[in-house]
């Protein structure tokens, strides 16, 4: 049966009717804010390649969560800025530095809200790559995976309520995993960047975090932007190992893969907006020539539809708002 029996546009006729039959719909508890955290006090250091994104002193990323919450965000992904840097990294695991100040801060402020730092090296070596480096400039895998673990047992002790580990070292979800389970930490969730592209949509978040590499790139350990079937495979190692959930970074130009990763695995899938994505965005914005609020609604459901149960963005106190308003 074809025209003129069926006319799909009867249910296009009203908004109200659209809203019943609309078939993805995202929500605010979908979201994951991002927030920069740097050592001092009152320090608000804007990012020109982000507008709308600062690094934020402890004290000022305090209000920012507790901004979130109150908008209904769930859920915070601290990054660090730290106040030193050396070639094994070794800020990452201090228990003074700003994201374990901040975690611990921010539970105090907002106890229900999710506080998820995220693991990695890049900020914290002086070299800006994710794990430890031997003589000959190569990141040692094997090496790495004690310092991250160390790193994991440090947030665990601050009250973190997740780690997601997002180096793509071979096995540190399940060294992470073994880890915080030998220290009482069993019941701590991991969130895995299981597929994580060597992309070039990273680059203002390399501004911000302070993370570039000093020399060489990140393809060695980050995934080829071409591979589809590797990326089930790692997704399918780091659930072997222990991942609660799993991350696809970036989202736009990697729909595919998160759908095709929530069909295999039928598991929580997270997929990260990055900061070249939101850049773009806000960069047409500006120039009037998109509308933001539409455009981020839109990519928002496409990232929803292709299967992502939680979207990590920088534009999700804006969404909560709309979302609001809607």
């Not at 979908?30 to 050592?39: E, G, Q, R």
């Not at 991942?243 to 997929?271: E, N, Q, S």
């Not at 020539?289 to 299967?307: F, H």
Request: with cysteine; glycine share 8%.
């Amino acid at each position: 049966m074809g025209f003129p029996q069926e006319r799909p546009r009867r249910l296009r006729a009203s908004e109200t009717l659209r809203r019943m039959v609309r078939e993805t719909k995202v929500t605010v508890d979908d979201l994951i804010y991002p927030i920069f955290v740097t050592n001092g006090q009152g320090v608000k250091n804007p990012v020109a390649s982000m507008p709308g994104v600062y690094q934020l002193s402890v004290d000022l990323a305090v209000k920012e969560a507790e901004e979130a919450w109150k908008l209904g965000i769930p859920a915070v992904l601290l990054f660090g800025i730290p106040a030193y840097k050396d070639e094994k990294g070794s800020s990452a695991y201090d228990d003074n530095e700003a994201v374990q100040r901040a975690i611990r801060a921010i539970k105090d402020k907002c106890p229900e809200l999710l506080v998820i730092p995220d693991l990695c090296l890049c900020e914290y070596t002086s070299h800006g790559h994710c794990g430890l480096l031997d003589e000959k400039g190569n990141v040692m895998n094997d090496a790495t995976l004690e310092v991250l673990g160390k790193v994991a047992l440090s947030y665990a002790r601050a009250g973190a309520d997740m780690v997601a580990p997002s180096d793509m070292m071979d096995g540190r979800v399940g060294h992470i995993r073994r880890v915080l389970d030998e220290a009482g930490y069993s019941h701590l969730p991991i969130m895995s960047y299981a597929a994580k592209y060597a992309s070039a949509f990273y680059g203002p978040f390399r501004d911000v975090a302070e993370s570039a590499p000093q020399f060489g790139d990140r393809r060695g350990y980050q995934m080829d932007p071409a591979n589809g079937l590797e990326a089930l495979k790692e997704v399918r190692l780091d659930l072997e190992e222990g991942a609660d959930i799993v991350m696809v970074k970036p989202a736009l130009a990697y729909l595919d893969i998160i759908r095709r990763v929530k069909d295999t695995f039928g598991v929580p899938v997270a997929a990260y907006n990055v900061s070249g994505e939101y850049a773009m965005v806000k960069a047409a914005a500006q120039m009037g020539w998109l509308d933001e609020k539409r455009i981020v609604m839109e990519i928002v459901t496409g990232i929803k539809r292709a299967g992502a149960d939680i979207i990590i963005t920088y534009h999700a106190k804006d969404l909560a708002r709309w979302l609001k308003e809607e």
